[in-house]
């Protein structure tokens, strides 16, 4: 069914809403969440893009190490349940699956930022001739910063090295054809090739197959943050010969403020035992990584990077929600979210017809997620605090932007509905 025919059946009523839960397939999953109440009543959800919501079994899997770590000590490593020792190794295979890669190209370590940082020092290898890094304007600042200080780190100027696609005048997401013809433009010099593969503030999903090999034609090195991807779209990182990624595990993969991120290496690069990297005991083969010996014997996976032993807490947090999408499978959850994010489209829009045009979406049509960025036209941030009064949690964006992310395993199409009605009564 096309997407023109499922919004045509679409109808803007309560028990609309509620006859679309009735028959979702995924209904049961929210109950599986524990969702912020306002006045007795489940909040509308909207920021699972920034803080995804805790699964009820987190407690339990938190508690499993905790026990263990006061029942062993030291010992855990070896004696706990999940023994600490190769814990990390036990989110390997789902992590893979979700972003469409091979258990061995894919470590769950570390934050985001740092996560990126270790990676570019592997992948951005600048040279006199060769050394531009091309991304998205205005990235996640913390990109940005990554980004500028590896190129500065390397005795290089942003202002030389950076170059930044951006929307053209008057429009809102990057046109993929201006970003082929800047890498065309600068084939020579081009080193690297750094985007979000979903963007955080429009929820612009980049073709990232056709980027990848875009940029291998030009001789350049092909990573994404998709902080906003992992969880929420399909991808197939291997298939499209990505050769670095990284990924944080708090936004749509639902585990805990500040968990553990996800790397991403093609396996092309790991039989290159040369590659340069920042190595820390981790890093090293696990056969021999307890001998103590001095010098580095790399493993032959994406665990190369890791430098430190596993945080243990934040890890056990992220099983239990990866335990979760492993269950549902990431088919599933995309063929929810496109239909509950149509639903909140035609809400959105049977809203904004009523209400001058004053609401316009940004996001892109074909190529988004869940995530639908809305211009209110005329209306600052006292919409937004109006919203949070009001039992909404979305976020905003200076100066008008409101972000809601449709979550297919928590939120439902009464939300959906219910977000419609209170915004009617503060437009
Ligand atoms: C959320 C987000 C980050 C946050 O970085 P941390 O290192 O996890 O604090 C970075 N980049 C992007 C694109 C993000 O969306």
């Known amino acids: 069914m096309s997407q023109s025919n499922i919004q045509s059946e679409f109808q803007n009523t309560l028990n609309a809403a509620m006859e679309l839960d009735k028959n979702d397939t995924l209904k049961h999953y929210r109950k599986r969440f524990l969702i912020p109440q306002h006045e007795g009543k489940d909040v509308v959800y909207f920021?699972?893009?920034?803080?995804?919501?805790?699964p009820r079994t987190t407690l339990s899997y938190l508690q499993q190490e905790l026990n263990d770590w006061?029942?062993?000590?030291?010992?855990?490593?070896?004696?706990?349940?999940?023994?600490?020792?190769?814990?990390?190794?036990?989110?390997?295979?789902?992590?893979a699956k979700i972003v469409g890669a091979l258990p061995k190209e894919t470590v769950m370590m570390n934050q985001l930022t740092v996560n990126l940082h270790l990676l570019l020092?592997?992948?951005?290898?600048?040279?006199?001739?060769?050394?531009?890094?091309?991304?998205?304007?205005?990235?996640?600042?913390?990109?940005?910063?990554?980004?500028?200080?590896?190129?500065?780190?390397?005795?290089?100027?942003?202002?030389?090295?950076?170059?930044?696609?951006?929307?053209?005048?008057?429009?809102?997401?990057?046109?993929?054809?201006?970003?082929?013809?800047?890498?065309?433009?600068?084939?020579?010099?081009?080193a690297l090739i750094m985007i979000g593969g979903v963007n955080y503030f429009t929820g612009q999903v980049f073709d990232m197959k056709a980027i990848t090999q875009a940029g291998h034609k030009a001789g350049a090195v092909v990573g994404f943050d998709l902080a906003h991807g992992a969880g929420n779209i399909?991808?197939?990182?291997?298939?499209?010969?990505?050769?670095?990624?990284?990924?944080?595990?708090?936004?749509?993969?639902?585990?805990?403020?500040?968990?553990?991120?996800?790397?991403?290496?093609?396996?092309?690069?790991?039989?290159n035992l040369d590659l340069p990297l920042f190595a820390g005991w981790w890093g090293h083969d696990k056969k021999t990584r307890f001998l103590m010996d001095s010098t580095f014997v790399p493993m032959q996976t994406a665990e190369r990077w890791q430098m430190s032993n596993a945080p243990i807490f934040s890890m056990a947090a992220c099983r239990?929600?990866?335990?979760?999408?492993?269950?549902?499978?990431?088919?599933?959850?995309?063929?929810k979210s496109q239909k509950l994010l149509?639903?909140?489209?035609?809400?959105?829009?049977?809203?904004?017809?009523?209400?001058?045009?004053?609401l316009q979406i940004i996001t892109p049509k074909e190529n988004r997620g869940c995530q639908l960025s809305i211009v209110a036209h005329g209306y600052g941030k006292k919409l937004y605090n109006a919203l949070i009064e009001n039992g909404v949690v979305p976020d905003w964006r200076e100066p008008n932007v409101i972000r809601c992310a449709a979550i297919p395993l928590y939120n439902s199409f009464e939300d959906m509905y219910r977000f419609g009605e209170i915004l009617k009564r503060l437009l």
Not at 70 to 95: I, R
Not at 322 to 335: K, N, Q, T
């Open 234 to 271: 399909k991808l197939q990182l291997h298939d499209w010969n990505v050769d670095f990624a990284a990924w944080c595990s708090y936004k749509y993969l639902n585990s805990g403020p500040g968990s553990v991120a996800g790397a991403f290496v093609h396996e092309k690069h790991l039989s």
């Open 342 to 358: 149509a639903y909140l489209e035609f809400i959105v829009n049977d809203l904004s017809s009523q209400k001058k045009d004053c």
């Open 70 to 95: 006061a029942e062993f000590g030291v010992e855990g490593h070896f004696l706990a349940k999940n023994p600490w020792l190769s814990y990390h190794e036990l989110l390997t295979d789902k992590m």
């Open 47 to 54: 920021t699972g893009n920034s803080l995804g919501l805790q």
């Open 121 to 190: 020092v592997s992948f951005y290898r600048p040279t006199k001739t060769r050394f531009k890094i091309l991304c998205e304007a205005k990235a996640f600042p913390s990109d940005q910063y990554a980004l500028q200080s590896q190129i500065k780190f390397h005795g290089h100027s942003t202002e030389e090295a950076l170059i930044e696609v951006a929307p053209r005048e008057g429009e809102y997401h990057i046109r993929e054809e201006d970003i082929f013809a800047a890498i065309e433009k600068n084939k020579d010099s081009l």
């Open 320 to 335: 239990a929600s990866l335990d979760i999408f492993d269950e549902v499978g990431m088919d599933a959850l995309i063929e």
